[in-house]
């Protein structure tokens, strides 16, 4: 079980690299293995719709069972598909690279994380350091 503790050191570790990074202000989430939400926070020059956003990123990891980089390569040439789950899913999934599942050393997923405000590849870069810096997993996806 992913514990809330666990959550903020997650969000802790990537905003610290962000810093380091330099990146534009982003936002933060992280969900539990059934979608719950556990820890959201937004730096403050982030936009205000950016953690909504990194909520729906962290979120559409459970929704449909893997990371945000594997639905962004199979919504191609499927929007249509992607057009109709997305109703179902009230327009919360999003096929942006920044949602990445967190698995414990037996592979099984905990929760996810969400970050958004940067370009797709800081945003998932981020969310895997915070996953790494605790010691758990990262699961970033891709079509295999």
């Not at 909520?55 to 390569?73: E, H, I, M, Q, Y």
């Not at 499927?78 to 698995?103: C, K, N, Y």
């Amino acid at each position: 079980m992913l514990t809330l503790d666990q959550a903020e050191a997650i969000i802790a570790a990537a905003r610290r690299r962000r810093r380091e990074l330099a990146t534009p202000p982003v936002a933060y989430a992280v969900v539990d293995g059934g979608g719950n939400v556990l820890c959201v926070a937004r730096e403050e020059t982030a936009g205000f719709l950016r953690a909504d956003i990194a909520l729906n990123k962290a979120w559409s990891c459970f929704a449909l069972g893997f990371p945000s980089r594997t639905l962004r390569d199979q919504v191609k040439g499927w929007e249509t598909w992607f057009a109709g789950i997305q109703g179902a899913a009230s327009g919360r999934l999003m096929p942006a690279l920044g949602g990445v599942v967190i698995r414990d050393a037996g592979d099984v997923a905990l929760g996810a994380v969400g970050v958004a405000g940067a370009p797709g590849e800081v945003d998932e870069a981020l969310a895997v350091y915070g996953i790494e810096a605790i010691g758990l997993k990262a699961d970033r996806g891709g079509v295999p």
